[in-house]
Nanobody
Framework: QVQLVESGGGSAQTGGSLRLSCTVS????????MAWFRQFPGKEREGIAT????????AYVDSVKGRFTISQDSTKNSVNLQMNSLRPEDTAMYYC????????????????WGQGTQVTVSS
């Protein structure tokens, strides 16, 4: 059974950095879209960064562009999210997700989800 296991997250001050990692257990990694979503209390999940595992093409939502970087380590079947220049409004629960097919920022198109990790940014 394929699972997504997240690590990283925690607390940072404004302007600081955090790194999230998502490891895919099992052999289903090639030709998948891996994405990071975040969810604010009472809101729906928002797709913030995607990477297509074959070729490595990436996309970002405007609110994180230039501050966050999604990358992959295909030897470890893992995807990372480097978050720099953090702001209090980045405080949210962050989720890793996988889908078969092309990338999208629409949450309900993703078949597999990690457990989520909290990121808190203080001013």
């Amino acid at each position: 059974q394929v699972q997504l296991v997240e690590s990283g997250g925690g607390s940072a001050q404004t302007g600081g950095s955090l790194r999230l990692s998502c490891t895919v257990s099992g052999n289903e990694y090639s030709s998948r879209c891996m994405a990071w979503f975040r969810q604010f209390p009472g809101k729906e999940r928002e797709g913030i960064a995607t990477i297509y595992t074959k070729g490595g093409s990436t996309a970002y939502v405007d609110s994180v562009k230039g501050r966050f970087t999604i990358s992959q380590d295909s030897t470890k079947n893992s995807v990372n999210l480097q978050m720099n220049s953090l702001r209090p409004e980045d405080t949210a629960m962050y989720y890793c997700a996988m889908r078969v097919g092309g990338c999208s920022h629409v949450a309900n198109l993703y078949q597999l989800w990690g457990q989520g990790t909290q990121v808190t940014v203080s001013s």
